[in-house]
């Protein structure tokens, strides 16, 4: 690639969040509801589009847990097919629960549809009782170790020094704290400047307003992002409809949900323009 900048996505990129956000977000709804998804469909969500925030997908998970009580036969691949058919989202999980209950079974759900409860029960199993009363400000319920604990890095020694080497910006739907975390136990430094996390746009992936904003920090012409879902190469698609001053590139991963010959599929379908089994293949394309 003839890139001039890299842009890195967080998790699934640089760390591992197989036993962490993806944990949560199982447990969250098993111990708010007593039910829950299998762990392989949160992919599903994550394919359908516009579930960047995990708290989100957790929403609208939770909707579908609530919804199969009222209509068994409803299957978590039609809703989450109805989903992508909407645009993606938590707006559109709205939707598809209201295409497919009847007005009374669609008021019984969202009366028990709990997304602050969700949300606290998330954080509390995701950071851990410690962290989450220096994070949330609040006193949990919960004791817990924390999953985030739990999230092995992805690169090597070598492939940071390397990344390290160019002009670097982190776009990640995590909060600014986690993110922080996050790259100090990667051991990379980037400036916060070059950061774009939850805390700093509404937008999400696949919004390009991020990406061309750090694009601009940069000083770049021909950024190139590095990301796990279809959400962050439909990111660089639209980036390259809202600006056409500049060359993006999109390199997607095989180390989040997207993986093997399937995952590749999946990219190949939404135009990534390089897919690689990790990050630390990616110096060598760059060089």
């Known amino acids: ?90 707006a559109a999980a709205e939707t598809a629960i209201a295409d497919e209950l009847d007005p009374a079974a669609r008021e019984k759900i969202l009366a028990e549809w709990d997304r602050d409860r969700l949300r606290d029960v998330f954080q509390q199993l995701y950071l851990g009782s410690d962290l989450y009363r220096e994070l949330e400000d609040g006193e949990p319920d919960l004791d817990t170790e924390g999953f985030i604990h739990d999230e ?16 670097l910006g982190v776009l990640t739907g995590r909060p600014a704290a986690e993110a922080d975390i996050a790259l100090e136990r990667v051991g990379l430094s980037v400036p916060e400047k070059r950061r774009f996390t939850m805390d700093d746009w509404e937008g999400g992936k696949p919004d390009p307003h991020a990406l061309i904003e750090l694009a601009d920090r940069l000083g770049a012409d021909r950024p190139v992002f590095v990301g796990d879902t279809l959400d962050d190469v439909r990111t ?39 897919i690689i089994q990790d990050i630390n293949e990616l110096p060598d394309l760059l060089e």
Request: no cysteine; hydrophobic share 35%; aromatic share 8%.
């Open 152 to 167: 092995p890095v992805l690169l090597t020694d070598d492939t940071r020094k390397a990344l390290e080497s160019w002009p």
């Open 236 to 274: 660089v698609n639209n980036a390259t409809e809202a600006d056409h001053s500049r060359t993006f590139h999109s390199v997607g991963v095989l180390t989040g949900g997207l993986s093997g010959e399937r995952g590749r599929r999946k990219y190949r379908t939404v135009g990534a323009d390089i």
């Open 1 to 90: 690639m003839n890139a001039d900048a890299i842009v890195l996505d967080v998790d699934g990129v640089l760390v591992d969040v197989a036993d962490s956000y993806r944990r949560a977000i199982v447990e969250s709804i098993d111990h708010v509801y007593g039910d829950t998804i299998d762990y392989d469909d949160i992919q599903l969500f994550k394919n359908a589009g516009g579930f960047n925030n995990d708290w989100e997908l957790t929403y609208a998970a939770a909707l579908y847990v609530l919804a199969r009580r009222e209509k068994p036969r409803l299957s978590i691949e039609t809703y989450t097919g109805l989903i992508e058919a909407s645009g993606g989202g938590p």
